[in-house]
């Protein structure tokens, strides 16, 4: 193996970053470097570069609502296929952490509450990626379910909790072969992940996975510690805890010399298997890291939208429907799109899985673009709704370049005299790794602001450090401000803003200058940011309502802000902005034809719910969000999307809502009753069940069949009939219940699902595959899985609150 001709001092070179984003490379076995990019929302490549935009993914949380492993494994083509031509090896997605809490900031970038959706729909995006040569990495292991100190905090979890729920989803994964898994920032049972055992058993020993244990950015805090555990590479470098104080504990004898052997095999191995280890170059340079694959076809544009496009459709969950949808559009003469969010939609949630797509289809556009010319739509925005986290970064259609007149803004580095050292242009004022030559000691955004409304304008400037802002050469902010926190998504990928309020008049360009002073610890990002007055919340309001009253049908689009669902930190309250409820109410009752969109991540609160003909859940839909909602309200495609998590009908009704914890320490009370069996548990009921969702069409569920063995425990049909007037889709669940178990167990738990399509009137059967481990639960006492024999009771029907049919297994 090469790493055996490969010196102390060269191993462990390699187990640190080169950089933020890249590995070392090492000529001498030619080792090229290889180049990491966020996910999973898409592959934004090395680095925060707005001119390299990316296909956009609906998120997560929506994903976990297809049930539908082959179109996630489709998608996982996709980013495979899109990291290859932007020259990246190694891909930070999927996200396994589960929906333990509906308060979890980063709620819609896990797939589901369950293990057994979160697995399955994880290991097929893992599949789909690697099947590009392109390793995928299971992240964030574990118990790393809630933002809210999220770099200390201590979870307690037992370990039968841990083996069923937290860490089943990355035993799924390791399975399916993924190539990475990050150890996380937080500490679990009193250690911090990079130095626990956990990554020794269950994950390289008894699961047998091969690969490479990477850290989260920055969550590698020690030397020895780490490097005795099943630690393998540090992210990022080049400096960090190991390097040369590494070399010395393996001299002094405190680290086996074979661990660290052992992580440059991995790390070699990894390299084999994305295609960075070339013959070995004596006394050469091994090369650049992955600059794209020559050869490689680049899929039409059109045809990658389409798959998106069709992909966000079929996550849609249509929650509620009372002969509303689909609408006709040959029989519509006018229609109202409302909200905020309809003309400026949330496509992906906050943090270090942004990208930046070339194009995003709004609500608006895809309606206007849809439906015939003879319609007339009439768009109202409403009152702004509040607690967004500041303007919004200044681009289009407000700002041109100071130099060229191109829209966006113009960034320049200069030295300690004030030397132009770097100059670029820049599509909008959100600036998060500006190139840095030698000698920078101030980053610059400057724009010509044309404002198209009179009045209060609130500009912005977001950074840590010495900031100032001017406005035609009048300095309006000036100040230094420390960093809070360490957090690497406050500080490199959300900076706090600090605003100023300056009267400008429509028509009169203004030149706006912000600067920030680098300084060590602060990071470098830089935002200039601008916000138009905001309209007076009462006549936008009324103009809204009249505009929904006037037409045949309204399009109301609500959802969460800027200031929410984001890395970083968790929500406190499950509570739409204000007045977004008050303006669903208003609008209802002027137009009981109303379509309410819900544009958010996870679950909110919808208290009017019961009011509107329909209520259409999109979550951050990603880039043709709009075009899918248009195909789904026209009944072009049928929402497709199933529940991944249980929806309260208030905070309070939900079973988890501890994500704070209380002196460092966050314990897992709950155990194995988070979700869907929480609520069994406690025998309530809530908004909506984990796997509700309608379709256009209806079902009968008429027989569950005598399972029937296979090769990994069971097969179970469930015959069903399409009852509707047109063809559908429908996800089959299996739930397994043991009511006199001799060990605490939920009172019913997911097994297994199968979906089927059929047109109406047509009786189909699902064969839903059952795992044997789906009857097995961890015993901490006896070190394995145990099977209590006797008979389980098999539930059958389209969600956790409705499981019409009834069987019995026997073991």
Excluded at 220 to 246: F, I, K, N, V
Excluded at 544 to 572: F, I, K, N, P, Q
Excluded at 605 to 617: K, Q, S
Excluded at 719 to 725: D, F, I, Q, S, Y
């Amino acid at each position: 193996m090469f790493a055996d001709k490969l010196d102390l001092r060269q191993c462990v070179r390699l187990l640190t970053g080169a950089d933020t984003w890249r590995t070392p490379g090492e000529p001498s076995v030619g080792l090229r470097p290889m180049v990491f990019s966020d996910g999973p929302a898409g592959v934004r490549g090395p680095g925060w570069d707005e001119g390299s935009t990316s296909a956009l993914l609906p998120s997560a949380s929506a994903l976990g609502a297809l049930w539908d492993e082959d179109r996630v494994y489709g998608l996982g083509v996709l980013l495979g296929e899109e990291a290859r031509r932007k020259g990246v090896h190694v891909l930070l997605a999927p996200t396994l952490n589960l929906h333990r809490s509906p308060l979890a900031g980063r709620h819609f970038e896990c797939c589901a509450e369950d293990p057994l959706l979160a697995g399955r729909t994880g290991a097929a995006l893992v599949r789909g990626i690697q099947s590009r040569g392109v390793a995928a990495t299971a992240k964030h292991y574990v118990a790393n379910d809630s933002e809210t100190e999220r770099l200390t905090l201590d979870a307690r979890v037992d370990e039968r909790v841990l083996r069923e729920l937290y860490l089943a989803p990355f035993e799924a994964a390791v399975r399916a072969g993924v190539w990475l898994v990050m150890s996380a920032y937080n500490r679990v049972n009193g250690v911090g992940m990079t130095e626990s055992s956990l990554l020794a058993e269950p994950l390289k020993g008894e699961w047998g996975f091969d690969g490479v244990v990477v850290s989260d950015w920055g969550a590698g805090r020690s030397t020895a510690a780490s490097a005795r555990a099943a630690q393998d590479l540090l992210m990022p470098g080049p400096d960090g805890p190991w390097g040369e104080a590494l070399v010395e504990a393996v001299e002094r004898g405190v680290v086996p010399a074979e661990s660290v052997r052992d992580k440059a095999r991995r790390l070699l191995r990894l390299a084999a298997r994305v295609g960075a280890l070339a013959a070995p170059v004596p006394g050469g340079s091994a090369g650049p890291g992955r600059g794209g694959i020559a050869g490689l076809p680049v899929p039409e544009e059109t045809s990658v939208r389409r798959e998106l496009r069709e992909a966000a459709a079929a996550s849609f969950v249509l929650l509620e429907n009372r002969g509303l949808l689909p609408l006709a559009p040959g029989e519509l003469g006018s229609l109202a799109v409302l909200g905020v969010h309809a003309a400026a939609p949330r496509v992906q949630g906050g943090g270090s899985s942004e990208v930046f797509p070339g194009a995003v289809v709004s609500p608006l556009a895809g309606l206007r673009a849809a439906l015939p010319a003879a319609v007339r739509v009439v768009y109202e925005p409403g009152p702004a709704p509040e607690g967004a986290c500041g303007p919004a970064p200044l681009g289009a259609p407000y700002a041109r370049d100071p130099d060229t007149g191109a829209p966006g803004v113009r960034l320049r580095v200069l030295d300690a005299a004030g030397t132009v050292l770097h100059r670029a242009h820049q599509p909008s004022g959100r600036v998060l790794e500006p190139e840095l030559p030698p000698g920078a000691r101030t980053v610059e955004l400057a724009a010509v602001l044309h404002p198209d409304t009179t009045g209060p304008w609130t500009l912005g400037v977001g950074g840590f450090g010495t900031l100032s802002l001017a406005v035609e050469g009048a300095r309006v902010l000036h100040g230094t401000f420390p960093p809070e926190t360490d957090d690497p998504a406050v500080v490199h990928v959300r900076p706090p803003q600090h605003t100023a309020v300056v009267r400008l008049t429509a028509g009169a360009p203004v030149h706006v200058l912000a600067r920030r002073e680098l300084a060590p610890g602060t990071g470098r990002a830089t935002v200039l940011t601008a916000a138009p007055p905001a309209p007076d919340p009462a006549e936008a309001l009324a103009a809204a309502v009249e505009a929904a009253r006037e037409a045949e049908a309204a399009v109301v689009v609500v959802g969460t802000t800027e200031g929410a669902e984001s890395e970083g930190h968790d929500r406190s309250t499950l509570r739409l902005p204000s007045p977004q409820d008050e303006l669903v109410r208003e609008v209802v009752r002027a137009n009981p034809r109303t379509v309410v969109v819900v544009n958010a991540g996870g679950p909110v609160e919808l208290p009017w719910r019961a009011a509107p003909g329909a209520v259409l859940l999109t979550w951050f839909p990603g880039q043709e969000g709009g075009h899918a909602l248009a195909d789904v309200l026209l009944g072009r495609s049928e929402p497709g999307g199933r529940l991944p998590t249980t929806w309260p009908a208030t905070l309070a009704d939900a079973p988890v809502r501890t994500t704070r914890p209380t002196r460092g320490v966050l314990p897992y009370e709950e155990g194995l009753h988070i979700g869907h069996r929480a609520w069994q548990r406690a025998g309530s009921t809530p908004a909506y069940w984990f796997g509700h969702g309608l379709g256009y069409t209806t079902w009968a569920y008429e027989h569950l069949g005598p399972p029937e063995a296979a090769p990994d425990g069971y097969e179970i049909p469930v015959v069903l009939r399409n009852t509707g007037a047109r063809r559908g889709r429908e996800v089959v669940q299996l739930h397994l219940a043991r009511p006199d178990s001799a060990v605490d167990r939920p009172v019913r738990w997911l097994a297994g699902w199968a979906a089927v399509e059929a047109a109406p009137g047509e009786r189909v059967t699902a064969y839903v595959p059952v795992s044997a481990r789906a009857l097995r639960y961890w015993s901490p006492e006896a070190r394995t899985w145990v099977l209590e024999p006797g008979a389980y009771t098999v539930l059958a029907g389209r969600s956790a609150g409705d499981l019409p049919l009834r069987a019995t297994l026997k073991t």
